[in-house]
């Protein structure tokens, strides 16, 4: 049985063609589109600060888990070891825990725990404990299982949208519902019609689905912080802005914070 360490130890291969540039790295291209990841967590921590400030400095927790993922992503797809894909899969395991402590509505949690958030927090930890220690019985369906969990997160913004009529808030769940959706559709294509691409010469759909999660995800964020604030900050009144600047057609996605508890 290889070590876990081991170059190729793990049973996920993606379509990318291995070792095609270096005898160091398995997957080139899906091993270096990761730097957005190191470059768009820093950087929206820095534009999240004054209302991580105020909400709560948990949310730095979450841009670093942003940024481990990255780099255990890159560790996985240059050796394509069977430690590097855990290390990937409980990375964003652990992002998605620390997502719905902060930011779930009270009014979706569980009637048991009565809208109290430290109990939520506490059943949200012992959940992604379990589901790390299950991680590792079927590993090839780990990637499946975390994917999955988008339909709860699809069924909440849809709740959401429904409700509200910020423009703001409903551009930014389309825009990321859009994104989601193209990201996903790629990881899909290059899992499932590896074949196809393999013919045409076209191996980089993994690649792509790096960069555009890791466009979706700031998105997805600055959504659930103006979800979040119409429940949690009362009398406090958030602007969408966009790196770098507000008036270019794209652009990275914060809140600033201008500044009454509403029910579901």
């Not at 540039?21 to 990761?34: D, H, K």
């Not at 949310?59 to 996985?76: D, N, R």
């Not at 990375?91 to 930011?103: D, N, R």
Request: hydrophobic share 50%; with cysteine; glycine share 4%.
């Amino acid at each position: 049985m290889p070590s876990i360490f081991a170059y190729q130890s793990s049973e996920v291969d993606w379509c990318e063609s291995n070792f095609q540039y270096s005898e160091l790295v398995a997957e080139f291209y899906n091993t270096f589109s990761n730097i957005p990841f190191f470059i768009f967590g820093p950087l929206m921590m820095l534009l999240m600060h004054p209302y991580a400030q105020k909400r709560s400095r948990c949310i730095y927790i979450v841009w670093v888990l942003f940024m481990i993922i990255g780099l255990f992503s890159m560790y996985f797809h240059m050796t394509l070891s069977f430690l590097g894909q855990l290390l990937d899969e409980i990375a964003i395991l652990w992002l998605l825990g620390s997502v719905y402590s902060i930011w779930m509505p009270r009014c979706y949690f569980p009637s048991f725990l009565g809208g109290n958030r430290s109990q939520f927090i506490r059943l949200v930890f012992i959940t992604t404990v379990v589901s790390t220690l299950l991680s590792f019985l079927r590993p090839t369906v780990n990637a499946y299982a975390l994917n999955s969990i988008a339909l709860h997160i699809l069924y909440l913004v849809r709740q959401e949208y429904r409700k509200t009529s910020n423009k703001e808030l409903r551009h930014l769940i389309e825009v990321s519902v859009v994104l989601w959706a193209v990201a996903l559709t790629s990881w899909i294509s290059d899992r499932l019609l590896c074949s196809f691409w393999q013919r045409i010469h076209f191996f980089y759909l993994h690649s792509i689905w790096h960069v555009l999660i890791s466009i979706t995800f700031p998105y997805g964020m600055v959504t659930m912080a103006l979800v979040d604030a119409n429940y949690e900050m009362p009398g406090e009144t958030l602007k969408v802005r966009y790196w770098p600047r507000d008036s270019w057609p794209v652009g990275l996605p914060y809140v600033e914070i201008q500044g009454d508890d509403k029910d579901c």
